[in-house]
């Protein structure tokens, strides 16, 4: 009797195992490597809950080739060599595709996924770059293994460098921006775009700070202030962008803000009534310039994940949606011929015709300038996360009007 109980407990432990093997093998499993803790904690939480509207969005639809999609999220603190070990324990866990953020982030895990998949090319990793925004990654570091899904720095820059030149009243602009190789790409790039839209333009400040150290910004402003500037430029995010402008707001600064990440989740809580019409920002998209049909599905994905944000985080839903289409156009989730599917592949969301180009894995898209104004005027039906302001389009740049050069020599593996 003892015999048959072991039998029937050893056929049922089997059982169990294969059907553990059969839902791993219905599901397509994406690592989510970003810091959900620490001090940009919000925006990493912000960002998953809109990565897993995408995925249900796509799941709903019948997932892709009769699988589902399902993301899994490592820790990374926002910090190199801890998304290092979360690649690493993705890959123990057989992942295949990695989203993640942050350039300092993106520049470690896309060197070592190009290591690990020229060691293990049976087992290849794709690296999703939602928003590592420096423009080396597509550049003189790009590679094959890693797609970019949001406009770089530089064609950032440029929609608001064209911004700035409408405005005869300003003079003299100060560049703040954090200490790594995001932050030095936005001083660079600025200083090289102001000087070809607007010669005139005196720089009067170029303030490195350490990403993510500085607790009172008190000290810059007064810079600021003594360097007259008449505009304040800016790829801060996070803490080091909301305290900035909250140190702005107490000392009475009113400089405008150009700002390539103002829009971005937890900021305009800071910013508050004293950023209205001074606070500008870039972004891919916004629930104020969405259709009907968008509209109510952001409305009701906010309140289904209780979202600070609106999750209108458009890079979120390229990314899935774009990832889809190319495991449905291979045929496979082998993340080789994924890839060489994602080449070229256009994109035809709520924002405008977009493409992956084949030649860098850089994304071509529009880009909008927001104003952050008062809520219930004309283009601001919707305000952000609650403040009585949300954003408002002042200048739409097109895919087409926003190409950069193709500085990316890439080696291909032969499919």
């Known amino acids: 009797m003892l015999h048959t109980a072991r039998v029937l407990l050893a056929g049922a432990l089997a059982s169990l195992s294969l059907l553990g093997n059969s839902l791993a093998a219905d599901t397509v499993k994406i690592a989510y490597i970003n810091g959900v803790s620490g001090v940009f904690a919000v925006q990493g939480e912000e960002q998953l809950k809109v990565f897993r509207a995408a995925i249900d969005a796509v799941n ?48 470690a895990l896309n060197d070592a996924v190009k290591k690990h998949n020229s060691r293990n090319p049976e087992q290849a990793v794709l690296l999703l770059n939602f928003n590592g925004l420096d423009p080396a990654l597509t550049e003189e570091k790009c590679s094959f293994w890693a797609f970019r899904f949001e406009t770089h720095a530089d064609m950032q820059i440029k929609a608001l460098a064209l911004a700035i030149a409408k405005q005869p009243s300003i003079h003299k602009i100060y560049l703040i921006n954090q200490d790594y190789a995001f932050g030095q790409s936005v001083s660079r790039g600025a200083r090289e775009m102001l000087k070809a839209v607007r010669p005139d333009i005196q720089i009067v400040g170029d303030d490195l700070i350490p990403l993510g150290k500085v607790k009172d910004f008190a000290p810059y402003v007064s810079k600021i202030r003594a360097s007259e500037a008449d505009a304040i430029f800016t790829g801060n995010w996070g803490n080091d962008l909301s305290l900035l402008i909250k140190a702005s707001n107490e000392s009475g600064l009113t400089a405008n803000y150009y700002t390539l990440l103002g829009a971005f ?9 004293a950023g209205a019409n001074r ?14 049909t968008w509209e109510k599905r952001l409305v009701e994905t906010r309140a289904k994940y209780h979202a600070l944000s609106d999750m209108a985080y458009l890079p979120a839903y390229r990314t899935i949606e774009m990832l889809s289409d190319a495991i449905i156009k291979a045929g496979t989730t082998d993340p080789l011929k994924v890839a060489y599917a994602l080449e070229g592949m256009k994109y035809a969301g709520p924002s405008g015709e977009s493409w992956m180009r084949a030649e860098d894995h850089q994304l071509i898209a529009p880009i909008y300038l927001l104003n952050f104004a008062k809520a219930g005027q004309p283009g601001v039906k919707h305000d952000a996360e609650e403040t009585g302001y949300g954003w408002k389009t002042e200048l739409l740049v097109s895919a087409k009007d926003n190409v950069p050069q193709i500085k990316c020599e890439m080696e291909r593996p032969v499919q």
């Open 60 to 107: 709903a639809k019948g997932g892709v080739l009769g699988k589902s999609l399902e993301i899994v999220s490592f820790d990374s603190k926002n910090n190199p060599q801890e998304a290092l070990l979360m690649l690493k324990q993705a890959t123990d866990q057989n992942i295949r595709f990695v989203a993640t953020t942050v350039t300092s982030v993106v520049h």
């Open 265 to 273: 989740f937890g900021t305009p809580t800071a910013i508050g009534a």
């Open 279 to 292: 606070i500008k920002s870039v972004y891919s998209w916004h629930v104020n310039a969405a259709d009907p």
